[in-house]
Protein backbone atom coordinates (compact mmCIF):
# COMPACT_ATOMS: atom_id res chain seq x y z
CA UNK A 1 0.00 0.00 0.00
CA UNK A 2 1.42 3.13 -1.04
CA UNK A 3 0.19 6.43 1.15
CA UNK A 4 0.16 10.11 -0.67
CA UNK A 5 0.10 12.94 0.85
CA UNK A 6 -0.25 16.64 -0.98
CA UNK A 7 0.84 20.03 0.00
CA UNK A 8 1.55 23.16 -1.54
CA UNK A 9 -2.22 24.80 -2.20
CA UNK A 10 -3.51 27.67 -1.30
CA UNK A 11 -5.13 31.33 -2.50
CA UNK A 12 -3.53 32.93 -5.54
CA UNK A 13 -4.81 35.66 -7.38
CA UNK A 14 -4.53 35.07 -11.32
CA UNK A 15 -1.63 35.29 -13.00
CA UNK A 16 0.34 33.60 -10.29
CA UNK A 17 1.80 30.49 -9.20
CA UNK A 18 1.93 27.82 -7.19
CA UNK A 19 4.20 24.53 -6.66
CA UNK A 20 2.20 21.32 -5.54
CA UNK A 21 4.13 18.79 -3.76
CA UNK A 22 2.57 14.93 -3.19
CA UNK A 23 5.34 12.79 -1.14
CA UNK A 24 4.98 9.23 -1.08
CA UNK A 25 5.49 6.41 1.38
CA UNK A 26 4.93 2.86 1.91
CA UNK A 27 5.66 0.27 -0.55
CA UNK A 28 6.37 1.67 -4.41
CA UNK A 29 7.51 0.57 -7.57
CA UNK A 30 9.99 1.33 -10.26
CA UNK A 31 7.08 1.29 -13.08
CA UNK A 32 5.07 3.21 -10.47
CA UNK A 33 3.18 6.34 -11.98
CA UNK A 34 2.47 9.36 -10.14
CA UNK A 35 -0.29 11.86 -11.05
CA UNK A 36 -2.44 14.93 -10.88
CA UNK A 37 -6.01 15.59 -11.01
CA UNK A 38 -8.36 18.15 -9.92
CA UNK A 39 -11.68 18.31 -9.23
CA UNK A 40 -14.18 21.51 -9.46
CA UNK A 41 -17.14 21.99 -8.06
CA UNK A 42 -19.66 20.02 -9.47
CA UNK A 43 -17.23 18.67 -12.51
CA UNK A 44 -15.92 15.79 -12.47
CA UNK A 45 -12.34 14.75 -11.76
CA UNK A 46 -10.26 15.70 -14.44
CA UNK A 47 -6.11 14.53 -15.37
CA UNK A 48 -3.69 17.40 -15.04
CA UNK A 49 -0.56 15.75 -15.67
CA UNK A 50 1.88 12.32 -14.82
CA UNK A 51 4.92 10.86 -14.35
CA UNK A 52 7.03 7.68 -14.43
CA UNK A 53 8.80 6.86 -11.84
CA UNK A 54 11.49 5.16 -13.18
CA UNK A 55 12.54 7.47 -16.10
CA UNK A 56 10.65 10.45 -15.38
CA UNK A 57 8.99 10.26 -18.82
CA UNK A 58 5.87 12.78 -18.52
CA UNK A 59 2.00 13.24 -19.44
CA UNK A 60 0.04 16.28 -20.05
CA UNK A 61 -3.45 16.88 -20.48
CA UNK A 62 -3.60 19.29 -23.91
CA UNK A 63 -5.59 21.56 -22.09
CA UNK A 64 -2.78 22.70 -19.92
CA UNK A 65 -0.54 24.60 -22.67
CA UNK A 66 2.37 24.59 -20.81
CA UNK A 67 1.88 26.57 -17.87
CA UNK A 68 2.01 22.83 -15.72
CA UNK A 69 5.04 21.58 -15.52
CA UNK A 70 5.38 18.17 -13.07
CA UNK A 71 8.94 16.76 -11.85
CA UNK A 72 10.09 14.36 -9.22
CA UNK A 73 12.59 14.28 -6.60
CA UNK A 74 13.96 10.61 -5.83
CA UNK A 75 15.69 11.08 -3.21
CA UNK A 76 12.13 12.32 -1.52
CA UNK A 77 9.99 10.72 -2.75
CA UNK A 78 8.25 14.19 -4.11
CA UNK A 79 6.43 14.62 -7.28
CA UNK A 80 6.00 18.42 -7.64
CA UNK A 81 3.52 20.37 -9.66
CA UNK A 82 4.32 23.23 -10.61
CA UNK A 83 1.43 25.56 -12.04
CA UNK A 84 2.01 29.08 -13.59
CA UNK A 85 0.14 31.56 -15.04
CA UNK A 86 -2.93 30.31 -12.93
CA UNK A 87 -6.34 31.49 -13.83
CA UNK A 88 -9.84 31.52 -12.26
CA UNK A 89 -10.71 28.49 -13.88
CA UNK A 90 -7.67 25.96 -12.40
CA UNK A 91 -9.89 26.51 -9.18
CA UNK A 92 -10.06 22.99 -8.02
CA UNK A 93 -9.32 20.72 -5.45
CA UNK A 94 -5.55 18.87 -6.63
CA UNK A 95 -5.21 15.20 -5.94
CA UNK A 96 -2.05 13.20 -6.37
CA UNK A 97 -2.43 9.64 -7.43
CA UNK A 98 -0.22 6.26 -8.35
CA UNK A 99 -0.73 3.17 -10.26
CA UNK A 100 1.49 0.87 -12.13
CA UNK A 101 2.85 0.24 -15.52
CA UNK A 102 1.79 3.23 -17.51
CA UNK A 103 -0.10 6.47 -17.46
CA UNK A 104 -3.77 7.16 -18.26
CA UNK A 105 -5.95 10.17 -18.04
CA UNK A 106 -9.18 7.92 -15.80
CA UNK A 107 -9.05 8.53 -12.40
CA UNK A 108 -10.60 5.08 -12.28
CA UNK A 109 -7.52 3.45 -13.32
CA UNK A 110 -5.63 5.17 -10.07
CA UNK A 111 -5.04 2.78 -7.20
CA UNK A 112 -3.55 5.51 -4.49
CA UNK A 113 -4.94 8.98 -3.95
CA UNK A 114 -4.01 11.78 -1.56
CA UNK A 115 -6.32 13.46 0.59
CA UNK A 116 -6.43 16.57 -2.04
CA UNK A 117 -4.99 19.79 -1.31
CA UNK A 118 -7.45 23.35 -2.55
CA UNK A 119 -5.88 25.55 -4.87
CA UNK A 120 -8.26 28.47 -5.94
CA UNK A 121 -7.37 31.39 -7.58
CA UNK A 122 -8.94 34.76 -7.57
CA UNK A 123 -9.66 37.34 -10.69
Known sequence: QVQLVESGGGLVQAGGSLRLSCTASGRTFTNY???WFRQAPGKEREFVAAITWSDSSTDYADSQQGRFTISRDNAKNTVYLQMNSLKPEDTAVYYCAGRQYFSTHNWSDYRDWG???????SS
Open 115 to 121: QGTQVTV
Open 33 to 35: IMG
